[in-house]
């Protein structure tokens, strides 16, 4: 008798388990992120700050051609020491330089991040209240190139997104 109730506990949560029906959805979230308003800002800004980056480094560029330029011309009247203070000022240029460009190559993917999370939250939370309202087990991101098989069945929720954050 024990050994039939513990059997009993044992098999039952899988019975449960078959008795749900599980509904998979997709939705292509790249498609729904790019279509939201907040994006075209975020473009913006990103260009804004690329060509201050940009503009900084061509103002070091030019100073730096003028710098070696002066001193490719002047190199045979200078004293040694004046030499070598201005090749330390030519390579002073230089190394900011480097270190402009390392500092954008990794400020601007942080500032895009930083700009696209607030609207990555809220495409989410949407695709999360298509889930609740239609019952889903899953939604599955199904960008283009991503997946290998969509039956007929399967149901594409990228509209349903779109609408409840007010896309067209």
Do not use: W
Request: a negative charge; zero cysteines.
């Amino acid at each position: 008798m024990k050994k039939l109730i513990i059997s009993l506990f044992v098999i039952l949560p899988f019975g449960l388990l078959q008795a749900q029906e599980i509904k998979i959805a997709h939705v292509n979230f790249q498609e729904v992120l790019l279509a939201m308003p907040e994006i075209s800002n975020i473009e913006k800004e990103m260009a804004k700050i690329k060509e201050e980056y940009q503009k900084e480094l061509e103002t070091m560029q030019s100073e730096y051609q003028k710098k070696y330029a002066d001193y490719i011309a002047q190199q045979d009247s200078l004293t040694e020491n004046i030499k070598l203070r201005r090749q330390q000022d030519i390579q002073d240029i230089q190394e900011r330089m480097n270190s402009l460009y390392e500092l954008a190559q990794k400020d601007v993917p942080e500032k895009q991040q930083k700009l696209i999370q607030p609207v990555q939250e809220k495409v989410l939370k949407a695709i999360k209240e298509i889930g609740d309202e239609k019952g889903l087990t899953y939604i599955v991101n199904m960008e283009p190139g991503l997946y290998l098989y969509t039956g007929n069945s399967a149901v594409d929720v990228t509209p349903l997104v779109k609408t409840k954050l007010g896309i067209k």
